[in-house]
């Protein structure tokens, strides 16, 4: 199996390999001068070394493989936090209805009432992707087309005419 273009190469010594690592291991601030500082040897040599071993392309194609296994351990991340996020919905979910199953109605604010009916309102809209609003009928509409109405306007019916005494 041949190896990764920033391994070392058949012809270079291991000085050289030693040397391009340290550039390598750079990133941006990537310069032959800090190279030669680094491993004391001649800025003139390691030009040398790095135009006759490609070190711009074999750090390019370092810095690639490093990002696309960022980017594969960041899906994973996420892959993992999404499940466990589920998980934790299930649990608060059974434990929300356990409590649900002994409450007693008249436990319940008028204001909780309306609390609880906009929760779980808007929670089935959003289980059903339906769009906030009210979904009606319109007879003008093609088969299959659903009409929603705003609950904000419910009076206002989309692509009705305004009467001249309505504002918009």
């Not at 490093?66 to 594969?72: D, E």
């Not at 466990?84 to 199953?101: S, W």
């Not at 808007?122 to 979904?135: C, F, K, P, S």
Request: hydrophobic share 35%; with cysteine; aromatic share 6%.
């Amino acid at each position: 199996m041949a190896g990764k273009t920033y391994d070392r190469q058949p012809n270079e010594t291991s000085v050289a390999f030693d040397a391009f690592c340290i550039y390598r291991d750079l990133g941006t601030e990537r310069r032959i001068h800090k190279v030669a500082f680094e491993c004391t040897k001649s800025e003139g040599l390691l030009r040398r070394w790095s135009s006759a071993h490609e070190w711009r392309r074999r750090a390019q194609a370092f810095d690639d493989d490093v990002q696309k296994q960022r980017r594969a351990q960041h899906l994973k991340d996420i892959a993992e936090a999404d499940a466990r996020h589920r998980q934790i919905a299930r649990v608060c979910q059974r434990k929300i209805v356990e409590r649900l199953q002994t409450l007693k109605p008249e436990e319940l604010s008028p204001s909780d009432v309306m609390r609880w009916l906009d929760v779980t309102t808007r929670l089935e809209r959003d289980v059903l992707g339906v769009e906030r609003g009210v979904a009606g009928h319109d007879p003008h509409a093609e088969e299959g087309e659903v009409l929603m109405i705003s609950l904000s306007r419910p009076d206002r019916i989309p692509g009705r005419p305004l009467d001249e005494d309505e504002e918009d």
